[in-house]
T-cell receptor
Framework: DGGITQSPKYLFRKEGQNVTLSCEQN?????MYWYRQDPGQGLRLIYY???????QKGDIAEGYSVSREKKESFPLTVTSAQKNPTAFYLC?????????????FGDGTRLSIL | GENVEQHPSTLSVQEGDSAVIKCTYS??????FPWYKQELGKRPQLIID?????GEKKDQRIAVTLNKTAKHFSLHITETQPEDSAVYFC????????????FGQGTELSVKP
């Protein structure tokens, strides 16, 4: 899935700080997704976007924000309101939300608290 | 909403044996079921998927079966190899839910040489 690039690979956050995780795709996919994965756990959906300039909350949106100003970009901001941000964050994309097509994942960003 | 249950949570097999992972789903309108393999610290990678109009799909040593009536689907890996060791996730795609995949909790497969 070389078409989805997440950066940085590792990120450290100080108390009270907002940090932004980047996700870019060159697959011309309409839909993009952000997941959080805690150690030994499954994937939980934070936010998703079906189309440019539109996004919806997932199951654990509190303390996070997103934007979708461009089709290829879906950045995730972890705000200071997220009290337990340490996790592995995965971005994914798919052709479109209305088609039963697979989601493809980026390499992830590992976020830790300093 | 859709709920996906995956069993077992851990599975240990000897190299060359078969491994079977099972998932059940609750929403009968779900129409797409992918399986992902995730090696430690890496991204989940799609290994096989099945759509609701098909009962079985095979790709070399990997197969997936779907029973729509019972609302369960299974991953079968034959002739397991140590490199098959990873965490496997099943998922279901509910119809008309914005493309949101609902994931199972994962199965950690260990293949002992």
């Amino acid at each position: 899935d070389g078409g989805i690039t997440q950066s940085p690979k590792y990120l450290f956050r100080k108390e009270g700080q907002n940090v932004t995780l980047s996700c870019e795709q060159n697959l011309n996919h309409d839909a993009m997704y952000w997941y959080r994965q805690d150690p030994g756990q499954g994937l939980r959906l934070i936010y998703y976007s079906q189309i440019v300039n539109d996004f919806q909350k997932g199951d654990i949106a509190e303390g996070y924000s997103v934007s979708r100003e461009k089709k290829e970009s879906f950045p995730l901001t972890v705000t200071s309101a997220q009290k337990n941000p340490t996790a592995f964050y995965l971005c994914a994309s798919s052709i479109g939300s209305l088609s039963n097509q697979p989601q493809h994942f980026g390499d992830g960003t590992r976020l830790s608290i300093l | 909403g859709e709920n996906v249950e995956q069993h077992p949570s851990t599975l240990s097999v000897q190299e060359g044996d078969s491994a079977v992972i099972k998932c059940t789903y609750s929403d009968s309108a779900s129409n797409y079921f992918p399986w992902y393999k995730q090696e430690l610290g890496k991204r989940p990678q799609l290994i096989i998927d099945i759509r609701s109009n098909v009962g079985e799909k095979k790709d070399q040593r990997i197969a997936v079966t779907l029973n729509k009536t019972a609302k369960h689907f299974s991953l079968h890996i034959t002739e397991t190899q140590p490199e098959d060791s990873a965490v496997y996730f099943c998922a279901a795609l509910p119809y008309n839910q914005g493309g949101k995949l609902i994931f199972g909790q994962g199965t950690e497969l260990s293949v002992k040489p």
